[in-house]
């Protein structure tokens, strides 16, 4: 082996050395963060860590039902769904991705019902306007039943003073008199 030759080979090395150390020093992306690439879009945020990555993980855990137990939500729940849910979560608002992001990303896999509350849009609307509405309607016929009694109650006093007898009449017009001030 000549000198040139040599030198080719050690040139060919660090430069197989250096490619090397560079995939190492990059972890390869996760399947979650190119899942929710493709199905999200880039992220919309910053990425978190610390005390801001627990405290956005838990409030998006908090929105999302947990599929198995799906009275609590995948914050409460304690199953190993629910659990790598909040992981997969952490990882995404790791890596950038906006809280609503993750949750769309969920959506995608779930699909709605992956929600507590439901958007309150198309049909879902009609879960969010029907208790309001009950509840005006309730109040209206419970107002006009107040009216209508007390409209009542009235007539029957009328009524009752036209049926008092004469020597009790002009008692009756000095009480009435009292009442009405």
């Known amino acids: 082996m000549n000198v040139r030759s040599s030198f080719h ?12 150390s560079a995939a190492v020093a990059q972890p390869a992306e996760s399947p979650s963060i190119g899942l929710a690439r493709e199905l999200v879009g880039e992220p919309a945020g910053e ?7 627990d405290l956005e993980t ?5 929105l999302m039902r947990c599929p198995v137990c799906q009275g609590l939500s995948v914050a409460d729940s304690p199953t190993t769904s629910a659990i790598a849910m909040r992981e ?3 990882e995404l608002l790791a890596a ?25 849009e198309g049909f879902n609307l009609v879960v969010w306007v029907l208790p309001v509405a009950a509840l005006v309607v309730g109040a209206l016929i419970v107002g006009l039943r107040i009216r209508r009694r007390v409209r009542d109650a009235s007539d029957d006093l009328e009524d009752a003073a036209e049926a008092i007898p004469e020597d009790l009449a002009a008692y009756a017009e000095r009480v009435r008199k009292e009442v009405s001030e």
Not at 11 to 17: E, G, I, Q
Not at 58 to 62: E, G, L, S, T
Not at 98 to 119: D, H, M, N, T, W
């Open 9 to 20: 080979v050690v040139v060919l090395l660090a430069l197989a050395l250096i490619a090397a």
């Open 47 to 53: 990425p978190l860590s610390g005390a801001a990555l």
């Open 58 to 62: 838990h409030d998006v855990a908090a």
């Open 88 to 90: 997969e979560a952490r």
């Open 96 to 120: 950038g991705f906006s809280g609503e992001q993750v949750l769309a990303y969920f959506e995608r896999s779930y699909g709605e019902f992956i929600r507590l509350s439901p958007k309150p």
